[in-house]
């Protein structure tokens, strides 16, 4: 099985090998939830609240992505950072904590979920209306926690440990399902949403299965199942991967608290009509965020083994290379969304009428995209070299203390109404994306100048 080399050969050769294969899985994995609302925005006579419906679900499933990402994101970084050392054995224990800790919150999250799901969903801001597609959706969709989970908390590890095409695979394998699954349950057996949730828990089952075979049977560094016992040895490590998984936990939790704050300001000023329009913007922001997700993503590893190994001079390359392909993304996709919004809001609705309200608001929502390339590439980089504390709150700072005010301040305070909801993200693109990059750069250069300067000696 093919292996890139992250100590040698051209950095940016080495950021695409990973990145590529990541991009084309990390499309594939929006599919998992592009392709059920482009389907169910298409079911006869109810698509449109249908939609608004399965929207009200998205912040249950982001909470349910970052506790996977708590695990695969905090464990991943300080795996590469073992294997660059040469620590193989401490590398392969910090997997292992990890694979424990997503299986067993997994668990818990299914039976939880399932006892709440009603009352959630309603404080997630449901309608009485809404309630009668978001509960079947969600209720199924908890059925597939565990596989969910494991899916996208173990692939960073097969990514980290250079087998980027077989990480591309694990979610080429449950993408392909869901894509076949969806039309046949929606549509052939008049499952609706519930066939749309259904064809998402199945191809998750795949994926999550394929995950597994490979780490125990096919890796480098293979995985097992701790029990309780040696769980138990290995708190520390779990310390230490919830520390540093908590920056993506926080990123992804702050997304939900934001699509929740959302929802529901913009149920009460312009109705459910409004909650698809959300559901229609977020899903073209996931949509054209997924390349520079797989930019970022390609990187860390590179970035974090390299930091491991004490390469200095590898470790600043592939920050500048990261930074400048994410710019040169951001800045062309800008442009596209600012100049053919239409189009990208036709793929996931042929309402006329729902299109033409989407229009202005996503020209707001997007007005500052191109600052999200400071914030994805100064969080990676924090992310990647165990800068835990600064990683958190730059995870916080841009949602939580500025999204999250702004969309209650600019409808009600500023009388804004949903012009107010839609322009809070790109303000808090400009402020929080700046401040993390500019921060990222003051406190991470001058280590690595020190890096370099002792490696230097140790030459001597």
Known sequence: ??????????????????????????????????????????????????LGGVGICFPVIVIITAFANLFGSGGAPLFSIERGKGEKEEAGRVMNTSFFLLVTTGTVLTVLGLLIARPLLFAFGASDASIAYALPYMRIYFLGTVFSMIATGMNPFINAQGYAQTGMLTV???????????????????????????????????????????????????????????????????????????????????????????????????????????????????????????????????????????KADRVRRAIWCMFFMCLAYGVLMWIVILTQPEFLISIFSSDASLRKDSIPSMSLYFSAFVFMVFQYSGQTVLKSLNKKKLAIFFSL?????????????????????????????????VIGGTACFLTMLATVMPELSRMKREEAVKKQ
Request: glycine share 8%.
């Open 397 to 429: 700072l841009r949602k939580a203390f500025i999204v999250v005010p702004l969309t209650f301040l600019l409808p009600y305070v500023l009388h804004m109404g949903t012009d107010g909801v839609f322009l809070a993200e790109p303000i808090s693109n």
């Open 172 to 310: 080429m394998i449950g993408a392909a399902v869901n894509i076949a699954l969806d039309p046949v349950f929606i549509f052939v057996f008049g499952l609706g949403v519930s066939g749309a949730a259904l064809a998402t828990i199945l191809s998750q089952a795949l994926s999550s299965l394929f995950v597994v075979q490979f780490l125990t049977k096919k890796a480098e560094l293979r995985v097992w199942l701790l029990s309780f016992q040696e769980a138990r040895q290995c708190t520390d490590r779990m310390k230490d991967i919830i520390g540093l998984g908590m920056a993506a936990f926080t990123m992804q939790l702050t997304n939900s608290l934001v699509s929740i704050c959302c929802n529901n300001v913009l149920q009460r000023t312009g109705g459910d009509i409004y909650v698809s329009v959300m559901t229609i913007v977020s899903s073209v922001r996931q949509m054209v965020e997924t390349p520079m997700y797989a930019i970022t993503d390609g990187s860390s590893p590179v970035i974090s083994f390299n930091y491991g190994a004490g």
């Open 1 to 50: 099985m093919k292996q890139i080399d992250f100590a040698g050969g051209k950095i940016s050769h080495s950021i695409l090998q990973a990145a590529l294969p990541m991009l084309v899985a990390q499309l594939l994995n929006l599919l998992y939830n592009i392709v059920d609302r482009i389907y169910i925005a298409r079911i006869p006579d109810i698509g449109t609240a249908a």
